[in-house]
């Protein structure tokens, strides 16, 4: 379905992925948008499913599909506004009205798209917030692991109620010619002169089933403490199949201990158990499974549409693009630590954001030129692009030791060779792309490559080269690249297919732990399970956009302390898109300090690029003189 809106949005020139087309008639015409409306019809059983397995208690199931929308329970029917307009016929950028006919396609406004986010914005936060409160009302009063204590309690009540209803029905069994007497003498009196009823009500009360105020409470505890029992039941199944032994349960204990979540899931699971087994059943206290690197789908990679019914996981899953972003920033916002909620930036935030920064960009500093720059032997333009400079660094990891291994991952996704393009926007809209004059990413790629295992070589003297591994909607493992066989293994790169990260990662992760399979165990589920003594693994990841699984590699490097990543992002010049990503990456790195990044926009000062990263690889301060003794090509003996 994703693939098919993208072909239908490329159809009617849509270019915002959250704006779906819109005809001006619901009479079915079997064009190509009423198709894609029948198809989402179609597919609503299973999205009912989906629903139901992450539903919390008390929440209803709602869609958009036309068919059934006039009863459905959406809220973002009525309450968030068409990006096309207040009516059908949508307006046109100037304000007027498109009117195509009764088969006309109408064309987003740039006014009603940004009165659109903003109203979608508003009630995410409000149907958040109202969700995490009725989820946290519903959560049991009592603590779910001490019902036996509660059980006591309420045989204590059941015995105190068992004794007065004794003292009441002995009154009948000495009726007679006294019990007559006493009734005509008027009610007894006990020691101390208070008066003792026995209610002629009660025989009424018992064959009417009006119960006692302490029979209502017991009722009320009983049915409280078979609740706690089945959930508590339930919590402990699930554990136990999930985590069956004690090698399982090490895994899991060391995962959330690194990622800084064991007093949260602590507190989750005595305070808010409902939650907890929500979570539980959703894999968010353990590592993500290998299996999943190599799957185009996961649990982690499901969309998530609040407008159209698609459900997160957590109670505040409106306004998260997938499952993966979800859980990401819902470890993030949870972890040890940190300080105050790390909210993700909305669209209109993130763009107003990536534009900022993209106007704080300055020229780079002349002492990095080089004519033999990409940007400088083709003649895409004249000079360098400006670009935002790197925060100062500060070290984190422990510098790099002759035992760490250095290892490149390198993006070969379709955009990689296509012709540089950045999009215009009105507003928050969409409405094209510009040509930029810069290299194709592929030949900045490879230009920083070379410049960077050539200083590398310089510095740990392993003439050798490194590993090369490339990923799109793959992996390879191209070989071991040096200065010079660069040429001829770059004719083993195949440009091509989507952007899937982790299953390059998956490749690296397996040559590093084949280099050091001795110091490291393998787990069935997990995957490699690094000793005290594996190496460190210090990998540069080469990036041209947005990977479609980004978040989940960040999960999963939230989790290891024996990998430092530096990320370099190739971007189009003048582009907001790269910055958004940039700012996202920088977010990333603050609270991982095993994630560094540095960005490059348009034509690029590679030895500028180069110097930065090496910094952020090796983890010190290389000055400027020793850069330039490192970046000397290495003397390779024949």
């Not at 009863?71 to 309450?79: T, V």
């Not at 007065?164 to 020691?191: F, L």
């Not at 993966?324 to 909210?343: F, I, K, M, Q, T």
């Amino acid at each position: 379905m994703q693939n098919e809106l993208q072909r239908l949005q490329l159809q009617y020139r849509i270019y915002n992925s959250d704006i779906e087309p819109e005809h001006d008639t619901e009479y079915y015409c079997n064009c190509a948008i009423h198709q894609y409306q029948r198809r989402k019809w179609n597919r609503l059983g299973v999205q009912e499913m989906w629903a139901k397995a992450v539903m919390y208690p008390g929440e209803k199931f709602y869609h958009d599909c036309y068919q059934g929308s006039f009863f459905s329970s959406n809220p973002y029917k009525l309450r968030v506004v068409s990006p096309y307009g207040t009516n059908m016929g949508g307006f046109n950028g100037l304000g007027m009205r498109n009117n195509f006919g009764m088969f006309g396609m109408p064309t987003p406004s740039p006014r009603f798209y940004t009165q659109s986010v903003r109203q979608t914005i508003a009630l995410n936060a409000s149907l958040n917030a109202e969700a995490q409160r009725a989820i946290d009302a519903k959560e049991p009063k009592f603590n779910i692991w001490e019902v036996d204590q509660l059980e006591s309690s309420m045989s204590n009540m059941n015995l105190a109620s068992d004794s007065e209803s004794q003292v009441d029905n002995k009154y009948p069994a000495e009726k007679g010619s006294s019990g007559k007497r006493q009734s005509m003498a008027g009610p007894s009196t006990t020691g101390n002169g208070s008066t003792s009823k026995t209610s002629k009500l009660a025989g009424l009360k018992k064959a009417l089933a009006i119960k006692s105020t302490e029979e209502k409470e017991a009722d009320k505890l009983a049915k409280m403490s078979a609740k706690g029992k089945e959930l508590k039941d339930a919590i402990l199944w699930e554990e136990n199949g999930r985590w069956p032994d004690p090698e399982w349960r090490q895994i899991v204990a060391a995962y959330q201990e690194k990622v800084g979540m064991t007093r949260k899931i602590a507190h989750l699971r005595a305070h808010q158990p409902t939650q907890y087994l929500h979570l539980l059943r959703a894999g968010y206290f353990e590592p993500i499974p290998v299996a999943w690197a190599a799957q185009a789908s996961n649990p982690l990679k499901f969309s998530i549409e609040a407008a159209s019914g698609w459900r997160g996981i957590t109670p505040a899953w409106r306004g998260y693009e997938d499952t993966a972003e979800e859980r990401l920033y819902w470890v993030l916002n949870h972890r040890e630590g940190s300080v105050g909620a790390r909210l993700k930036p909305d669209i209109i935030s993130a763009m107003n954001m990536a534009r900022a920064r993209m106007a704080s960009a300055v020229e780079p500093p002349p002492i990095y030129y080089s004519p033999n720059d990409t940007c400088h032997v083709q003649h895409t333009s004249e000079g360098y692009s400006k670009q935002v400079m790197p925060a100062p660094f500060r070290a984190f990891d422990a510098p790099e030791v002759p035992t760490d291994d250095t290892m490149i991952l390198l993006d070969v996704s379709g955009s990689m060779d296509f012709d540089p393009v950045r999009p215009n926007y009105n507003e928050y809209l969409i409405t094209g792309y510009s040509k930029s004059t810069q290299p194709k990413n592929k030949d900045v790629a490879k230009a920083v490559i070379r410049r960077f295992t050539d200083a590398m070589a310089n510095h740990d003297h392993n003439f050798s080269g490194y590993q090369l591994t490339t990923f799109s909607s793959q992996a390879n493992y191209i070989g071991v690249v040096n200065h010079k066989n660069l040429d001829q293994m770059w004719r083993n790169v195949r440009l091509g297919g989507g952007t899937r990260v982790m299953t390059g990662w998956q490749k690296v992760k397996d040559l590093h732990f084949q280099k050091h399979s001795e110091s490291a165990t393998h787990h069935p589920i997990y995957g490699w399970q690094a000793g005290p003594q594996t190496p460190m693994l210090r990998l540069l990841l080469l990036l041209d956009g947005e990977a479609t699984d980004m978040d989940e590699f960040e999960l999963d490097l939230l989790g290891l302390s024996w990998v430092h990543v530096t990320i370099f992002l190739i971007g189009v010049d003048g582009c907001p898109h790269h910055h958004r990503h940039a700012n996202e990456l920088q977010r990333i790195s603050e609270v991982n300090h095993h994630v560094s990044f540095v960005d490059a926009q348009g034509n690029t000062p590679e030895r500028f690029v180069t110097h930065e990263l090496l910094k952020r690889h090796l983890g010190y301060e290389v000055t400027m003189a020793e850069f330039e003794e490192l970046e000397q090509p290495p003397p390779y003996s024949e």
